[in-house]
């Protein structure tokens, strides 16, 4: 958005309307122009436009005064806006959530489906006419093709409106064996489903993603009902991925051996996709065979990467129907894409559960503990990707104190969960011998430089005397500390920092002081807990800072929960995510010196 409006003000506004996404996640559409000669010359000005309830095209809501319309990645149309519709010359409700090669016949066959191909496959924008009968202002339309993560944004205008200096490729004319009218049928549709797989699968790095994506991308595109994935073992079949059976049908099936006679194995053992246009054909090749419907049609797929087994696939469809040649070509194309899927998503599934190990060995089993200071620790990885990053929390004695340690190694996966366990270990040294706190950090810096691993760290160290609650805080580009006090308030601590561990040999790290007071509530965290996509990390900083207030609260009072409930309070909403893109850690101290 910033490389958007920056371009605009420079004259040079995005070709179509930005997809993006407002705070509940709902999409928006948004256009930008240029500055005008009589205003100011870097105000740039645009419009929202909130596609949501009102897809229809045929609302008054909608003035974006070009043709637009979004395709997902199925090849559905997700969006259509006024002008796009009566360009089009249909009614909104028959192009909404449909094939556009159902909706807009007009845009199928050669040579448009080189130009889908394009877009599909690469960042750049595509530009083409096409030639329309209804378009309603001549028959020649100039459309544009933005591809995006999600959705391809496609923009449409009567050719007449373009600069004369602008040259599009031209559509076939009229008579033309090879128009889109005479194409002898929708050859988009075969070409969607493996390019839309295929880039879908490119973002699944574990078996589980991999499944939900064959879900969500191949079931809708040929109107199955079921799913089930199976994956290889110890030359045995094991249930990986399942949806839309009866429930309990296929346990029966989990762990059976290569050498049974079922179609699920059959199609693996053999390499070749078995298609059954009804249940009874089904149950005639295969007597006995348990069934979980009376009617319908499946189809089983083997998953062979580069020559290896990997699994088989089940597809399942709520009526009898037959599969064209095409339909078994692009099925078993897909099977093939699947396959190297999964295989390298079990490699990575592997190199996870190492990863896991190794963080789980090298994070404190417990923390030192001194009998005026109450500390909590809380570790989640993530559980995108590799699972396991590098972020640490230790708490060690130090002299006749206690050092309070937090750290952020950059990436995931095994590297970096070992060079977190060579920073704890290095703070941990320097903490034992109580060396001041900007001594930790500058000694730990010069150790990561040496090491040399390829990755930076940032850290945040505090020595905290439990007697006198006077601390001394050293920071290595960390996040800000959040102090409770006793009377509520809570507030970040400005503390100033020096550069990440790992960048320059000769960084200096400043120490701040502070106090912490008797029932007061530090708190050190790293940014898995209040970074999110598309948000701004301060506004994750205040909403921790608030959640902190509150659940501090309790904490004071005779009663009230221990520190470690604070803990899990803090942490609830990032437990509870399905999908945390990284790991969390937080590390809590409170004061109760004797009276």
């Known amino acids: 958005m910033l490389a958007a409006l920056r371009e605009t003000a420079a004259g040079k506004p995005p070709e179509s309307p930005l997809l993006t996404r407002a705070g509940d996640g709902t999409p928006r559409l948004v256009e930008l122009w240029p500055p005008s000669g009589a205003g100011t010359p870097s105000l740039v000005s645009g419009i929202v436009v909130d596609p949501g309830p009102a897809r229809s095209a045929d609302s008054a809501a909608d003035p974006l005064p070009q043709g637009v319309f979004c395709l997902d990645r199925t090849g559905l149309v997700r969006y259509v806006n006024r002008a796009a519709a009566r360009l089009a010359g249909r009614p909104a409700a028959e192009l909404l959530d449909r094939p556009v090669w159902e909706a807009m016949p007009w845009l199928s066959g050669p040579p448009y489906d080189d130009h889908w191909r394009g877009a599909l496959l690469a960042p750049d924008p595509v530009h083409f006419q096409v030639r329309h009968e209804d378009a309603g202002e001549g028959d020649l339309l100039a459309m544009s093709l933005h591809p995006g993560p999600d959705l391809v944004t496609c923009t449409v205008v009567p050719a007449n409106r373009l600069d004369p200096a602008v040259r599009l490729p031209c559509p076939p ?28 699968l490119t973002d699944a790095v574990t078996a589980r993603q991999v499944s939900a994506v064959v879900m969500q991308e191949l079931l809708p595109a040929f109107g199955g009902r079921r799913l089930a994935i199976y994956l290889v073992q110890d030359r045995h079949l094991y249930l990986a991925w399942e949806n839309g059976f009866p429930p309990g049908f296929l346990a029966p099936f989990d762990g059976v051996g290569l050498d049974a006679r079922i179609p699920g194995v059959e199609t693996l053992t053999t390499g070749r996709p078995l298609f059954f246009e009804s249940m009874r054909q089904l149950a005639d090749t295969y007597p006995g065979l348990a069934l979980d419907a009376d009617r319908g049609a499946r189809a089983f797929l083997p998953l062979i990467a580069s020559g290896r087994p990997v ?17 078994r070509t692009v099925l078993t194309a897909l099977a093939g894409l699947i396959a190297h899927a999964m295989e390298k998503a079990q490699r990575y599934d592997s190199e996870a559960a190492l990863a896991r190990g190794l963080q789980q060995a090298l994070l404190p089993r417990r923390l030192s ?14 559980t995108q990707g590799m699972d396991v990053g590098g972020d640490w929390y230790d708490v060690v004695e130090a002299g006749d104190g206690l050092a309070l340690v937090i750290g952020d190694v950059q990436g995931h996966g095994v590297q970096a969960a070992a060079t977190m366990g060579q920073l704890r270990s290095a703070v941990r040294a320097f903490a034992l011998g109580d060396r001041p706190p900007d001594e930790v950090m500058s000694g730990t810096n010069r150790l990561l430089i040496d090491l040399d691993p390829g990755q930076f760290a940032s850290c945040c160290y505090l020595r905290l005397d439990p007697a006198t609650g006077l601390a001394r805080v050293a920071r290595a580009g960390h996040l800000p500390p959040l102090l409770r006090t006793p009377d509520g308030r809570t507030h970040a601590l400005e503390i100033p920092g020096g550069v990440v561990l790992g960048v320059d040999p000769r960084a200096r790290y400043p120490v701040a002081e502070l106090e912490l007071a008797p029932d007061a509530i530090l708190a050190l965290y790293t940014d898995g807990l209040v970074e999110r996509p598309g948000a701004d990390i301060d506004d994750g900083i205040s909403a921790l800072r608030v959640a902190l207030a509150k659940a501090g609260a309790a904490h004071g009072r005779r009663g009230g929960r221990s520190l470690a409930g604070v803990a899990d309070r803090l942490t609830a909403a990032a437990r509870h995510t399905a999908d945390r893109p990284d790991d969390v850690a937080l590390l809590l101290a409170t004061r109760r010196p004797p009276h």
């Open 311 to 327: 699994g088989s696939c089940i597809l399942g469809f709520d009526d009898e129907r037959g599969f064209s040649t095409e339909e």
């Open 173 to 200: 004319e009229p008579d033309a064996g090879s128009g889109p009218g005479r194409s002898g049928g929708p050859s988009m549709a075969p070409l969607y489903r493996p390019i839309a797989l295929a880039i879908a």
């Open 369 to 382: 503990a001194h009998p005026w200071v109450e500390t909590a620790g809380r570790y989640l990885p993530g």
